[in-house]
C-alpha cells in the first residue's frame, strides 16, 4: 500500500531562514507527487507537483521540490521564507493511474518568527 | 474557477444521529474524496469515488459509507455519529481523464458530535 512520511511535525524559522521539509513516500511504481499548503482558515491548494521530466519542479510563492526516486522523496524547500508563509504543508502521492486515490502525509505546521 | 462546495461549514449533532455531509464539485470531475482532518495525523482517506455509484474504501472507512447517485455530488453519512468522529472533513474532486492534475479541495465542514 501506498505511504507517504513526513518526519518534521513542527518546525519554527525566522525571517529569512532557509526551508526543508522532508517528504519520503513508499510505492514501487510510477508516481505523481504533489505538495499542498494550507494557510491559517483556508483551505488546502496546491503549491507544486511532480509528474514527470524535470525533477526539480518549482511551484509558486517561491518554493520548489526535488524528486529523488532513488531515495523515494520529495523534499520541498524555500530559500527564504517570509512571515507570510506560516501554515501546514502536506505531502502527497497518488500512483501513476487515472482512478487512483491520493495518499497524504501527515503534515508539517511551519511557524515563522517575524 | 474550480469549485468545490461542502454543504456547510460547521455541524453539531447527538450521538446516535445520521449525519450526511455533501460535497458538490463544478468541474466535471470524475473522481471524488473524502477525508478527515485531525491534528497530528494529516489528512486520511474515508472513501473515494472514481465514477458515478462506484466507490473504493479508503484507509479508515468504519462508521462511514459515501454515496454518489450523480457525477457531481458525492455524499459522506455518518450511520451512527460518535464523538470519535468528531473531526474537520474535507472534500476533493479531481480529474480521471488527466491523472496529472491535482485535486481540488472544499471549504472544509468542521463536524462535532457531543
Known amino acids: 500500500a501506498q505511504s507517504v512520511s513526513q518526519h518534521n511535525h513542527h518546525v519554527i524559522l525566522s525571517e529569512a531562514a532557509s526551508l526543508e521539509l522532508g517528504c519520503n513516500y513508499s510505492y514501487g511504481g510510477t508516481v505523481n507527487l504533489f505538495w499542498y499548503v494550507q494557510y491559517p482558515g483556508q483551505h488546502l491548494q496546491l503549491l507544486l507537483k511532480y509528474f514527470s521530466g524535470d525533477p526539480l519542479v518549482k511551484g509558486i510563492k517561491g518554493f520548489e521540490a526535488e524528486f529523488i526516486k532513488s531515495k523515494f522523496s520529495f523534499n520541498l524547500r524555500k530559500p527564504s521564507v517570509q512571515w507570510s508563509d506560516t501554515a501546514e504543508y502536506f505531502c502527497?502521492?497518488?500512483?501513476?493511474?487515472?482512478?487512483?486515490?491520493?495518499?497524504f502525509g501527515s503534515g508539517t505546521r511551519l511557524s515563522i518568527r517575524p | 474557477d474550480v469549485k468545490v462546495t461542502q454543504s456547510s461549514r460547521y455541524l453539531v449533532k447527538r450521538t446516535g444521529e445520521k449525519v450526511f455531509l455533501e460535497c458538490v464539485q463544478d468541474?466535471?470531475?470524475?473522481?471524488m474524496f473524502w477525508y478527515r482532518q485531525d491534528p497530528g495525523l494529516g489528512l486520511r482517506l474515508i472513501y473515494f469515488?472514481?465514477?458515478?455509484?462506484?466507490?473504493e474504501k479508503g484507509d479508515i472507512p468504519e462508521g462511514y459509507s459515501v454515496s454518489r447517485e450523480k457525477k457531481e455530488r458525492f455524499s459522506l453519512i455518518l450511520e451512527s455519529a460518535s464523538t470519535n468522529q468528531t473531526s474537520m472533513y474535507l472534500c476533493?474532486?479531481?480529474?480521471?481523464?488527466?491523472?496529472?492534475?491535482?485535486?481540488?479541495f472544499g471549504q472544509g465542514t468542521r463536524l462535532t458530535v457531543v
Open positions: 502527497a502521492v497518488t500512483a501513476g493511474s487515472s482512478a487512483s486515490k491520493i495518499i
Open positions: 476533493a474532486s479531481s480529474s480521471k481523464t488527466d491523472s496529472n492534475t491535482e485535486a481540488f
Open positions: 469515488s472514481y465514477d458515478v455509484k462506484m466507490k
Open positions: 468541474m466535471d470531475h470524475e473522481n
